[in-house]
């Protein structure tokens, strides 16, 4: 017994005395099915190659791609992500809607090494074009909306039958939503489901992922992705894919959006993913390998706090590490 001169009738940290209390009385709980494993296949590469700017993760191979979606089914992981780089470019980025291209291969065997996980496929061309932007361009350089959702359409169709569980539109193109569930529908794919990148900002923490995808890109895609100073705006794009039939909507990046990710739940009907990008994954692992912080710890509060604000699902590079870790 402790005596006290003090009379505090309220004392929060009775709560926080013991790890068995702290587990009781804990708000968020992360659970790896909630967590998403992005994935990058490059065509004709012989070899897994590690990404510099991205340690821990690699470029796969057919072989690796189908190892690492295993070992993530086996960790519980709730879906996989995948991301193709195609061996040639062009200026409309072809190879994204070839039945036989790099994403739609990647898409089928992921599928084989394990028929019960959830495949996600990236639908963007910024992997595919020569220029690096996420859909064609005018005669004067500037990324044609229109000209670029007929090419969206033709790609999500291809990749539903190769069979995706679900398509994620993230070239932040006005009305693709619409567009490819209509294109699906027609194909008869009416139960391939739309997770919409709906609040995708221009941030400067998809940095790594040009790397991982070897991007071609020079300047940037502030004329099509979101102000980071705008958060109104996200909630708006939230609302219009809601409206053309997303069946989850996102908030990319996670981290310094989490105010609009919270506000998304208030809002959305649908579940909220959020997504952990490459140079959020950068900054810890970075930090971690000079000494500054203790990756674990940090990785755990990172995605806490994504979960805390709002997040049905976690799209990010740790996840069958951290499914593992939370299994044992
Ligand atoms: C576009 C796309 C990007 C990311 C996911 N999809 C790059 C971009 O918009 O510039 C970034 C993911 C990450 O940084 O982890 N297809």
Known sequence: ?????????????????????????????LHPADLIEPMFVVEGLDAPREIASMPGVRQHTKASLQRAVHEAADAGVGAVMLFGTPAVRDPQGSQAW??????????????????????????????????????????????????????????SVVLAEAGATMLGPSGMMDGQIGVIREALDAAGHTDTIL????????????????EAVDSQLTGDRRAYQQDPANAVEGLREIELDLAEGADIVMVKPALPYLDVLNRATRVSNVPV??????????????????????????IMEALTGVKRAGASMIINYWATEVARWLAG
């Open 98 to 155: 070839n039945p036989d291209g790099v994403l739609a291969n990647a898409v089928r065997w992921a599928v084989e090494a394990e028929p019960g996980m959830p495949v996600i496929a990236d639908v963007c061309l910024d992997e595919f074009t020569d220029h690096g932007h996420c859909g064609v361009l005018t005669p004067d350089g500037r990324v044609d909306n229109d000209a670029t959702l007929p090419l969206y359409a033709k790609m």
């Open 195 to 210: 997770m919409a990148y709906s609040a995708k900002y221009a941030s400067g923490f998809f940095g790594p992922f040009r």
């Open 1 to 29: 017994m402790n005596e006290s001169r003090y009379r505090i009738v309220q004392r929060p940290r009775r709560l926080r005395r013991t790890p068995a209390v702290r587990d009781l009385v804990a708000e968020t709980r």
């Open 273 to 298: 993913a959020a997504y952990v990008v490459s140079g959020e994954y950068a900054m810890i692992e970075f930090a971690a390998r000079a000494g500054a912080l203790d990756r674990q710890r940090c």
